[in-house]
Each structure stands twice: as structure tokens, then as C-alpha cells.
């Protein structure tokens, strides 16, 4: 013989449902953010901050504890009139920012840096080094604004993985919502 099911039954499962629904929905928000990983930092500029130099660098760089993978960055070298002494294009080189450098005379330079990491933090700077043949010049001219110089270029965008998870919760959410507010038919 069976037994009739109850309307009970039915309710406590939405419930269940509704639950479980919520529990993965905040889990899907919560653990991404949690779990990113290790943060990646800056941890050389070379030519380093201060450093005199023997003869012209070749290059500048930027060092991360990691492999860098950002589509947002910039790298200004100045001298001290403020006019750019770079000769192409910033690159990213696993965990080095680099650009290359014209044949440099004696004399101060200035190296402004902004770079957006993929878990949004920005690496934002400037460091000093100069090219040894007498005394360190002083600068005369304000420091170059990597935002304006228009040696960079930014890549664009949201990162895709956050917008899908975003979808996904959004949509789990409004489910749950849809599960929890659905009144009971009437018998």
C-alpha cells in the first residue's frame, strides 16, 4: 500500500532546494575572491631607485614575484627636461615589464610607472637613477605623467571570468528568489 504524499513534502524539498540554492550562490561569489592566489608585487625597478649607472641602460624594468599577466600598463623614462627617452613599445616579458631605451647621455633620469594587475590592484610609481660622468643633475622639469605621455596604450575591458561568474549568480539568485516567493497553489 502506498502512502499519499503529503503537500508538506513538496514545500520542505523547495525549501531544501531554496537552500542549497543560496549556499552555492554565496560560495560562487565568495571563494573566487578568496582563492585567488598569491598577490603578485613589484619587487625591482632596474635601473634601481637612486642607483648611478657607469654607462647608459639598455632597458628599463619592472620585476614581479610572479608572472604578470596584465593588459593595462605603462612605463615612462624621462630625462630631466622631462622629454622621453624611451625607443619602443613597453612589453611584457613573463615577470618583467620592460622598455628599451635610446642611447642615453650622462645625467638623471626619471622612470613613472602605472601598472593594473588581473586582481585589479595597481602598481603606481616613479624611481630615479642616473648616468655616471661627474656629479647627479637636479631635475628642472616636473616629473613625466604616464597617464599623458602617450608612450602606452591601455588594453581594455572586464576580465571574463568575472562577468560570467557574475551572470551565474545573478541568475542563481533570481531562481532562488523565484523558488522562495512562488506562493503554493491553492488545492
Known sequence: MEE?????????????????????????????????????????VSPGDGATVPGPPAEVALVFSGPVDSREFHLTVADRTGRAVTSGDERLDGQRIVVPLTLVPAGAYRVAYHVVLPDGREVTGMSEFSVAAGSPERWVAPPPDPATSGAHAHGGGADPLSIVLTCVALLLI??????????PRPS
Not at 503529503?6 to 571563494?31: D, H
Not at 533570481?174 to 506562493?183: E, F, I, M
Request: glycine share 8%; charged share 20%.
Open 4 to 44: 499519499p504524499t503529503s503537500p508538506a513534502r513538496p514545500r520542505r524539498w523547495r525549501a531544501r532546494l531554496g537552500t542549497a540554492l543560496a549556499v552555492f550562490a554565496a560560495l560562487a561569489i565568495v571563494v573566487p575572491a578568496v582563492v585567488g592566489g598569491p598577490e603578485i608585487e613589484l619587487t625591482e
Open 174 to 183: 533570481g531562481a532562488l528568489l523565484n523558488l522562495l516567493l512562488r506562493r
